[in-house]
């Protein structure tokens, strides 16, 4: 896959601990901009769980209605427990993704599914924590990328500045 976006669209999320981390994972994978809509977040919006400050960089912008901002190109991925859903593993990323997720305590409307272009599931037992979800989704797109770059150099870029850990001398990976 080349270079493409992906955006990330909460359908009402509850609890600001989950958008903050759903804001942690957006920056560690490289999503553009996240979108939210409902007022229950707004009433408790500090980033308890943002540490690396992400929304700085990072639009995270509240919206009536999610299909009012899918990006230009963009093909829309919802993301639900839903029957007759694609499991995860065997979904191919579109190059230009907005990946739609429901509330921590409910799922996506009727009304949202019938825009969208593909519904995809975590094969768990039992439903995931919103951010969890967010973050294996995203995993998945990044671990499906063939030119994927990888190494030590991206480890320095990333790691903790506290994290100076080595392999012990003569083992490698």
Not at 126 to 131: A, D, F
Not at 136 to 143: E, G, K, T
Not at 145 to 154: K, Q, S, V, W
Request: charged share 25%.
């Amino acid at each position: 896959m080349k270079k493409g976006f992906a955006c990330i669209g909460l359908h009402n999320p509850k609890s600001p601990e989950n958008v903050g981390n759903v804001m942690r994972a957006a920056g560690c994978y490289g999503v553009n901009s996240v979108f939210y809509t409902g007022t229950r977040y707004d009433r408790a919006k500090a980033f308890y769980t943002d540490t690396q400050k992400v929304h700085q960089r990072i639009p995270l912008i509240g919206v009536p209605e999610l299909k009012q901002v899918v990006p230009l190109g963009a093909r829309v991925v919802a993301v639900e427990l839903i029957e007759g859903a694609t499991p995860l593993m065997h979904y191919q990323h579109p190059r230009n993704a907005f990946y739609l997720f429901g509330p921590e305590d409910g799922s996506l409307s009727q009304e949202v599914l019938e825009w969208v272009d593909d519904v995809v599931y975590v094969p768990t037992t039992g439903c995931m924590n919103l951010s969890a979800t967010v973050n294996v989704v995203l995993y998945d797109r990044l671990a499906k990328t063939p030119d994927l770059t990888l190494g030590d150099e991206l480890i320095r870029r990333s790691r903790d500045r506290n994290n100076r850990t080595r392999l012990p001398k003569g083992e490698t990976v």
